[in-house]
Nanobody, 129 residues
């Protein structure tokens, strides 16, 4: 499977903002759902935000909703994760993947179904003063 490429991470102070980018020169994201995941040291990888492939509906985990915004730019074959009011707990490596569709098994959050890309290298986000 193709790997998507994540970028845009870095070191930011608490309360700061970053914009992450997810894309590929080999894989057309049109009509695919895309999700952002993150994994902090010692913790499991968690799915934090998704955007659908058809109507661009968005879904978030409750602990990032209102601070993070997922969006897509079809012309650039790119999905973004705009992150604001970052806190030290947001420190993690962030990944993205594409899939056929999304489910919402719980009140918040999302789950990609029919994964179409494999794990990429991720981009590191460190929130520290």
């Amino acid at each position: 499977q193709v790997q998507l490429v994540e970028s845009g991470g870095g070191l930011v102070q608490p309360g700061g903002s970053l914009r992450l980018t997810c894309g590929s020169s080999e894989f057309n994201l049109d009509n695919y759902a895309v999700g952002w995941f993150r994994q902090a040291p010692g913790l499991e990888r968690e799915e934090i935000a998704c955007v659908s492939g058809r109507d661009t509906s968005t879904y978030y985990q409750y602990y990032v909703e209102g601070r993070f915004t997922i969006s897509r730019d079809s012309a650039k074959n790119t999905v973004y994760l705009e992150m604001s009011r970052l806190q030290p707990d947001d420190t993690a490596t962030y990944y993205c993947r594409a899939a056929r569709t999304i489910t919402t098994p719980q009140i918040t959050g999302c789950r990609l179904v029919g994964l179409a890309t494999s794990w990429g290298q991720g981009t590191q986000v460190t929130v520290s003063s």
